[in-house]
């Protein structure tokens, strides 16, 4: 199946090991009321490193500080039936401050042992797993490819 969409996804992750989510709002497309990462669509002739950070500023604000830890991609999304192709960031947060723009309704930093009580969007617990983050046992076993 043919490519449709690119995305760029931010996992920021603080010094705690916990990890950065956003409730989308209820008026957006993808995971209306669900919480996510700072993430969207890789606009035409935009990289998808462009795109991370334009989508960090877009979502969280520029005023804070983070170092690149990884990146993953491009893979194929096995929620959606491929027709996404995904570039993963993996953020370290430094220092500053979160300011949501209109699409998100909240934010929260979560650690492993609070993962499975937020409602996520599909992908979220993969992309996870991707990265490394977190072992297998804190995500949500029916959100994961089967081992």
């Known amino acids: 199946m043919a490519v449709q969409e690119r995305f760029s996804i931010n996992v920021m992750e ?3 090991h916990e990890i950065l989510l956003l409730k989308r709002g209820l ?3 993808l995971g ?4 996510g990462f700072p993430a969207g669509h890789i606009d035409p002739g935009e990289s998808p490193a462009a795109c991370s950070i334009r989508e ?10 983070r170092a690149l830890i990884n990146t993953i991609g491009p893979i194929r999304d096995t929620f959606y039936g491929g027709i996404y192709q995904i570039y993963l960031y993996h953020y370290h947060w430094l220092d500053g401050e979160i300011h ?8 929260a930093w979560v650690g492993k042992h609070d993962f499975k ?3 996520v ?9 991707y ?5 297998r046992r804190y995500l949500n076993a029916d959100k994961l490819p089967a081992v």
């Open 56 to 65: 960090l500023h877009e979502e969280i604000g520029n005023h804070h500080n």
């Open 27 to 29: 008026a957006t497309v």
């Open 131 to 135: 990265l490394g983050i977190w072992p």
């Open 117 to 119: 009580t937020y409602q």
């Open 100 to 107: 949501l723009n209109h699409d998100h309704t909240e934010y």
């Open 14 to 16: 603080n010094s705690r």
């Open 32 to 35: 209306p009321g669900l919480w």
């Open 121 to 129: 969007m599909d992908g979220i617990d993969e992309d996870l797993l």
